[in-house]
């Protein structure tokens, strides 16, 4: 049974930092990503990291978030800095491949994790 553990999202002021944390168990190595979901909206992909440590980020986040794995560990994690109250959202982490340079996302996801941006 594969698992997904997700941590470290939070309340936090614009312009802070959070760091999310996602731990694969019972799965061999995948690509990697993350996506949010915020109220009334679809659920979109934020970043995703190949086994090889090839990245793709959504436009509205690249240069503020950057996406990094532990392939020992099967792990993955997102650097969120200079958050904005649009960040605001549920981050879900995936499991999933490349094909063509893009990402596409698998069947197995975690918990989600809320993060909210706000003063």
């Known amino acids: 049974q594969v698992q997904l553990v997700e941590s470290g999202g939070g309340l936090v002021q614009p312009g802070g930092s959070l760091r999310l944390s996602c731990a694969a168990s019972?799965?061999?190595?995948?690509?990697m990503a993350w996506h949010r979901q915020a109220p009334g909206k679809e659920r979109e992909l934020v970043a995703a990291i190949a086994i090889g440590g090839r990245t793709k980020y959504v436009d509205s986040v690249k240069g503020r978030f950057t996406i990094s794995r532990d392939n020992a560990k099967n792990t993955v994690h997102l650097q969120m800095n200079s958050l904005k109250p649009e960040d605001t959202a549920v981050y879900y982490c995936?499991?999933?491949?490349?094909?063509?340079?893009?990402?596409?996302?698998?069947?197995?996801w975690g918990q989600g994790t809320q993060v909210t941006v706000s003063s």
């Open positions: 995936n499991l999933g491949f490349f094909v063509g340079g893009y990402y596409s996302a698998g069947d197995r």
């Open positions: 019972g799965s061999s190595i995948n690509a």
